[in-house]
């Protein structure tokens, strides 16, 4: 029993699970993403900017009819927002969204990273563009 409690309250292997679990996260991403772009079905690129709190998505379909559309807040042109950008600002840290025809650009709260928040963003991108 007390080796079993050592096992696992050992730092070092905590953290190779944590890493582990990142790695099976982005390996799944990628995967999801190829099978997506490989079927034609559709596709989502990401592009960092010099500004390190925005990080834009180049999708395949059409996110609005409009030249842009800035939501800087959840409660801004409620008639305007859609249910992509509503689950978009559920995503904790999430600052800003503005969408283009073919493209979703995020802006994070500094406090985040964007690998904490890319693949929920991805995520409901590819949920909502591709029902």
Same mark, same amino acid.
């Given at each position: ?22 790695? =099976? ?12 772009? $490989?079927?034609?079905?559709?596709? =989502? ?64 709260? $500094? ?21």
């Amino acid at each position: 029993m007390q080796f079993l409690k050592q096992f696992f309250t050992n730092l070092p292997f905590r953290m190779a699970v944590g890493r582990f679990g990142i790695w =099976l996260t982005k390996v799944g991403r990628a995967l999801q993403l190829r099978y997506a772009n $490989r079927n034609s079905e559709f596709q =989502l690129k990401h592009e960092y900017h010099l500004n390190p709190e925005i990080c834009t998505l180049h999708v395949s379909a059409a996110v609005t009819e409009r030249a842009i559309l800035t939501f800087e807040s959840p409660d801004q042109q409620p008639r305007e927002m859609t249910p992509m950008v509503r689950a978009l600002f559920n995503i904790r840290g999430v600052a800003e969204v503005v969408l283009q025809p073919y493209v979703v650009r995020i802006k994070k709260a $500094r406090v985040f990273s964007w690998q904490e928040i890319l693949p929920s963003v991805e995520k409901v991108v590819l949920e909502h563009l591709t029902a």
